[in-house]
């Protein structure tokens, strides 16, 4: 009976988000195809970004800068979508 009570008592104090008394992250499985496309959104939402800061932007050197870095998360976004499809 006793080794009943500390085997209930060790499963009370382990819950879902611990493993051994230890805390533990769970991280998403993520196939091949959709880590590629959660980068390539990223990437574009970089982009946007962006673009959303160049229209706050109050100087046209602001302006500029925020433009030139949307291209280039553009541009990155292409190399990888051209890079995956190469590799197909």
Request: hydrophobic share 45%; proline share 1%; with cysteine.
């Amino acid at each position: 009976m006793a080794g009943r009570a500390w085997l209930t008592s060790y499963r009370k104090a382990l819950d879902r988000d611990s493993f051994l008394g230890q805390r533990v992250r769970t991280v998403p499985i993520f196939t091949e195809m959709e880590a590629h496309l959660l980068i390539l959104a990223q990437l574009r939402n970089n982009a946007a970004d962006c673009i959303r800061l160049a229209e706050a932007a109050r100087s046209s050197e602001h302006k500029s800068l925020f433009i030139e870095m949307a291209e280039r998360w553009l541009t990155l976004a292409e190399r990888a979508e051209k890079t995956r499809a190469e590799g197909r």
